[in-house]
Nanobody
Framework: VQLVESGGGSVQAGESLRLACEHS????????MVWFRQGPGLEREGVAG????????TYSDSVRGRFTISQDNAKNTVYLQMDSLKPEDTGTYYC????????????????????WGQGTQVTVS
């Protein structure tokens, strides 16, 4: 499975961006996907996850109500709509994939994932 992110950029606080993560290869093995971010000097943080096919989603407290994760299965793509962006949302955003959803809060632990994209930069000023 390969993951390719796109859609990053530089915006002002309060504006929006939409990130996309296209997965290819053995796509049928991908059952759960997550968006992570890593700010300067910070640990990688899981911000949103989605069950592929079923569509149920989960969010970190830091983005709930502002970010929305969604999928287009026909395009093998997962999106992250980011609204009301804040400077603290700045960082490199990565998507990750797994064959199933990790239990409980482990969905946001980067060590649960072996498949990663290359990342896309988001800067909010």
């Amino acid at each position: 499975v390969q993951l390719v992110e796109s859609g990053g950029g530089s915006v002002q606080a309060g504006e929006s961006l939409r990130l996309a993560c296209e997965h290819s290869g053995d796509t049928l093995s991908v059952k759960f996907m997550v968006w992570f971010r890593q700010g300067p000097g910070l640990e990688r943080e899981g911000v949103a996850g989605i069950d592929i096919g079923g569509g149920s989603s989960t969010y970190s407290d830091s983005v709930r109500g502002r970010f929305t994760i969604s999928q287009d299965n026909a395009k093998n793509t997962v999106y992250l709509q980011m609204d009301s962006l804040k400077p603290e949302d700045t960082g490199t955003y990565y998507c990750a994939a797994a064959g199933g959803r990790p239990r409980g809060d482990r969905w946001s632990n980067p060590y649960e994932y072996k498949i990663w994209g290359q990342g896309t930069q988001v800067t909010v000023s």
